[in-house]
Every structure is written in structure tokens, then in C-alpha cells.
């Protein structure tokens, strides 16, 4: 993943500012920043840099990568940061710059006091894991006459520039023999192994002329980049080599909608939902253990909320699928910090009561994804039990139904119970089937909670272990579904809000 510095527009200030970003890295669980990360370079007499230099950075979906982006006015050639002025700084994690529109986030500065400090730009494109696919077809013209007795029986080598200034071979063409005009075939090529993702790097291409002995010709080079071979027909005039055509084939992105569900008995502290004034319980740690990760990627941040197994006021109808918030007209809650003020004001107010039966849930939520199938959307639904489920029956023939849907399912069993009955639903080794039909694909990932939590008592790491377990499947379920579909990525759209009918599981 790659990141970059686009713009800094800086508040009031006494002349222009020679500015450079310092950015440190938070490793995950630890308690403060250990270093710098990497520096841009320095952009003299300017408030408004536009930072050349990117960063690149590991992503991993399933964890929380806490960034800190700092700016400083350089007064000199220390390489001590202490010694120049501090201009501002902001937060953030890579997962929100990845899922804001366009992979390009905007953040104010703050860090001094009273002052005004402006705003930063961070932009992130897929960089090692670039899944655009490349396909293109070269010919040339009166090339260099090197065989004695024929023409030359020319081919291309394609290298890829390295950081360091050097080269690596990433492609070779065939060789057509004894002529000067060759027309090479067309050949496909993953563009992380053309440029690395950095459409903007040289790729180098050499003409030879083969031998049998293995000691080719050289004829001529050139170098072009991504950039300029995506703008379609090229000649390199040096050598008379034309581009014929460029054509570039997307892998997918995603967009997620989370859905949260929670079921239970509580009444004394020995409860799974007690409500501690001191720590959270295990149907809340899941809850924001899931939930903080997945947040970057809904753009409007409401998430629907349910219940199921309860009793509901006034009259004590048990509901296997209440909203929390208690509106059933607008199930949504704001941001995952909002599902959990629902979740505990629901304690108070239901009467927790079972049976618990997980298929009207699955089903309500499958409804809603079948109404979304074109790829613009894929559903998350999060479901955190105490393991005993009553409807199995019915609850597999809902998995199978739903498998051919943009949608998968977490469920989180908590407590000391046996979950057999989720082993079953987990189909990493065994399919999940329902009279007689096999499920499209496997979307349901089961964790006991127990297994992840820390033996010191530390929540903060037994939610992150947590979260990188369950949510580690969620990229490839949803490439399995769009690959099924024959769905093709889309541009970026600008963000704004899902229909009601959309939103409103």
C-alpha cells in the first residue's frame, strides 16, 4: 500500500515555510510511538507543499494501523527533528485514508495551542498488491539489419525500475524471425510486476536481435512508464517501436455495510452482558473489536443494530430481531461507539429471553443483500451468541441461501459453552449443505472468544487478536461472490448515503 503526502495548506503565518512530514507508525498494541516511520523531502519557500516523496506501508485488513503524520518547518540540515520548528499534526489510521472516497483523505492539523495549523491530504493506492492486469501489443519498424545472411529475428525485454536505480526483468516477448518489421503478439502482464503499482516508475524495454547461441544482438532501447503506455497508441521514436494497444483488466475493491446482532440472559455478575463500571463485558469487546476495523470502509458510518431472543416492552412480544436503538423505522446507529450506547440502553430496557433462533436474522439480513447484487454493495453480518442455537435446521438452509449473496457472516461465540453447532456452520472443512443442496461458497467464519483472551487481562490485545482472526476471510469471500458474478470494479463514486430501503435491514 502506498501512501502519499498531497497538500498541506498551513493557517496564518510570518512568510513562506520550508516544510518536510515526519511520519511514525504506530505498531499495533504498543503503548506509544517507537520511531519514525519515514520523512518526505523538504520543499522550500512554500505553504502549500505538494510532497513528491511516498511511503510505503504493509496493509492488512484485519488490523487497526495507527499513523501519525507530523510537520515541521526545516531551519536547517540537522537531521535531529528536534531542532526545527513544529507546524502540526494529525491521526489517523491507514484503514480510514483507504476506505474515504477516492482513497484520499483530508485531516486539519492541531498540536499548537490558539493556533490554526491547516489542513493535511493523504492519499492511498494499492501498491505490492496491485491486481490490475495488463495486456498490450508492440510492433516496430526498419529496425537494425544483424543476421549475415537474413534480416534479425528481433524480440523485447521489459524491466522494471528499482529503487536503488537498477533494473529487474520482468517480461520477455517471443522472437519473430528474419524481419525488420516485427508485430509481436499480444501479452498479458500484472502490473505490480511492470512498475510495482507506481504508475509513474520507468520501465525499460530493450530490442535484440536473437541468436542461437545465446549471445543476442543488442538493436536499441527505451523507457516509457504505466502512465504513458495507458494513454493508448505510443511510438517510441528512437527505434520506430509503436504501442498497437493497451488494455488494463481491474481485480475488485470493496465497500462494506456492517450489521451487528447480540442475544443473551443477563441478570447477576456472573452474566456474559453485566454491565461492569470497570471493564467491558465480552459481547461488547467483540462488538468494538469487529466493529473499529470494519467502520473505514461504510462510508456514512450508521450501522443497523439488532437484537434477538428478547421480550419487549410493553406487552413482553418476544422478537428475534428487535432494533436496539427501539426504532424500527430507523434501525440505524452512528458509528460503532453508537451500537454500543444502543446495546447497553437495550439491557435496560428487554427482557432478554430465549429461544435463540439465528435463521430469521440471517434471513432478514439476505433479503436486504439480494436486493444489492450488482457488486455496489457487500454486507457484513456479526453475530455474537452463547452458542446454543434452536433452529439449526433452519438456520443451515438460511447459510445455504444466503452463500449466493454478497454477504458473509461472523459469528463470535462467547462464554464457556460447547459450539459444536458452530464447528458445523464454519465451512472450512465441510460445506455447509441443506437437503441436499451445498452452499455456493463458504461465508461463515466462527471464533470462540475464549481463545483470544489475554492471560494478563489485557482487553485492548485480546480485541485485536480477535478481530485479525475473524475478519482475516472477509476479502476473499467478497472476491469469491464478484468473481462469481463476472462484477467489474467501479470508479470511485462520491460518498453519499444508501437509500432508506437500503440501510434498513
Not at 496564518?12 to 515555510?17: E, F, I, K, M, Q
Not at 541468436?211 to 494513454?231: A, K, N, P, Q, V
Not at 472476491?479 to 470511485?492: C, H, Q, T, W
Amino acid at each position: 500500500m502506498i501512501v502519499r503526502v498531497i497538500e498541506r495548506r498551513p493557517g496564518s503565518g510570518d512568510g513562506p515555510a520550508s516544510v518536510h512530514v515526519q511520519v511514525r507508525a504506530l505498531v499495533l498494541m504498543l503503548p506509544s510511538f517507537t520511531g519514525d516511520f519515514g520523512r518526505t523531502e523538504v520543499i522550500d519557500n512554500t505553504r502549500n507543499p505538494d510532497f513528491v516523496r511516498k511511503f510505503v506501508l504493509d496493509f492488512f485488513f484485519e488490523e487497526k494501523q495507527n499513523l501519525r503524520f507530523d510537520v515541521y518547518n526545516v531551519d536547517s540540515r540537522s537531521c535531529n527533528i528536534s531542532k526545527h520548528d513544529f507546524l502540526g499534526q494529525t491521526f489517523c489510521t491507514l484503514g480510514e485514508i483507504i476506505g474515504s472516497t477516492g482513497g484520499r483523505l483530508e485531516r486539519t492539523l492541531s498540536g499548537i495551542p490558539g493556533k490554526k495549523c491547516g489542513v493535511i491530504i493523504l492519499t492511498a493506492e494499492e501498491l505490492s498488491n496491485c491486481r490490475d492486469i495488463a495486456t498490450m501489443q508492440l510492433c516496430a519498424n526498419k529496425l537494425d539489419k544483424k543476421d549475415f545472411f537474413g534480416k534479425s529475428d528481433p524480440f523485447l525485454v521489459f524491466y522494471r525500475s528499482n529503487e536503488d536505480g537498477t533494473f529487474t526483468i520482468c517480461h520477455k516477448t517471443e522472437v519473430i524471425k528474419n524481419t525488420l518489421n516485427p508485430v509481436w503478439q499480444p501479452f498479458t502482464i500484472p502490473v505490480r510486476a511492470l512498475c510495482n503499482g507506481d504508475y509513474d516508475r520507468t520501465v525499460k524495454v530493450d530490442v535484440y536481435d536473437w541468436d542461437r547461441d545465446g549471445r543476442h544482438d543488442f538493436i536499441g532501447e527505451f523507457t516509457t512508464s504505466y502512465r504513458e503506455l495507458s494513454r493508448g497508441q505510443n511510438q517510441f521514436n528512437v527505434y520506430e517501436v509503436t504501442l498497437l494497444s493497451f488494455k488494463v483488466e481491474s481485480e475488485y475493491t470493496f465497500s462494506l455495510i456492517f450489521l451487528c446482532v447480540f442475544k443473551g440472559n443477563p441478570s447477576q455478575p456472573t452474566s456474559l452482558h453485566y454491565m461492569s463500571p470497570y471493564q467491558m463485558n465480552a459481547y461488547a469487546m467483540a462488538l468494538k473489536a469487529v466493529g473499529e476495523i470494519i467502520q473505514d470502509y461504510d462510508s456514512d458510518k450508521l450501522f443497523p443494530a439488532y437484537g434477538f431472543g428478547a421480550k419487549l416492552p410493553p406487552d413482553g412480544k418476544i422478537s428475534h430481531a428487535f432494533p436496539l436503538n427501539g426504532d424500527g423505522d430507523h434501525p440505524n446507529c452512528v458509528g460503532i461507539e453508537g451500537v454500543l450506547e444502543a446495546y447497553f440502553q437495550s439491557l435496560r430496557t428487554v427482557q432478554l429471553y430465549g429461544p435463540t433462533n439465528f435463521a430469521p436474522v440471517i434471513n432478514k439480513v439476505a433479503n436486504c443483500a439480494a436486493e444489492i447484487t450488482d457488486g455496489s454493495q457487500y454486507f457484513v453480518l456479526l453475530m455474537i451468541t452463547d452458542g446454543v442455537i434452536s433452529d439449526m435446521v433452519q438456520t443451515k438452509e438460511a447459510v445455504v441461501n444466503a452463500a449466493a449473496l454478497p454477504l458473509s457472516i461472523i459469528i463470535v461465540g462467547v462464554g464457556p459453552a460447547e459450539f459444536d453447532a458452530m464447528e458445523e456452520l464454519d465451512g472450512d472443512e465441510v460445506r455447509v449443505s441443506s437437503r441436499g443442496r451445498l452452499a455456493e461458497r463458504d461465508i461463515v467464519q466462527f471464533v470462540p472468544f475464549r481463545d483470544y483472551v489475554d492471560r494478563s487481562g489485557n482487553q485492548v490485545l485480546s480485541m485485536a487478536r480477535l478481530a485479525k482472526d475473524v475478519l482475516a476471510e472477509i476479502p476473499d469471500q467478497l472476491l469469491s461472490f464478484m468473481k462469481s458474478r463476472g462484477v467489474e470494479p467501479r470508479p470511485a463514486l462520491s460518498s453519499s448515503p444508501l437509500p432508506e430501503l437500503h440501510r434498513h435491514i
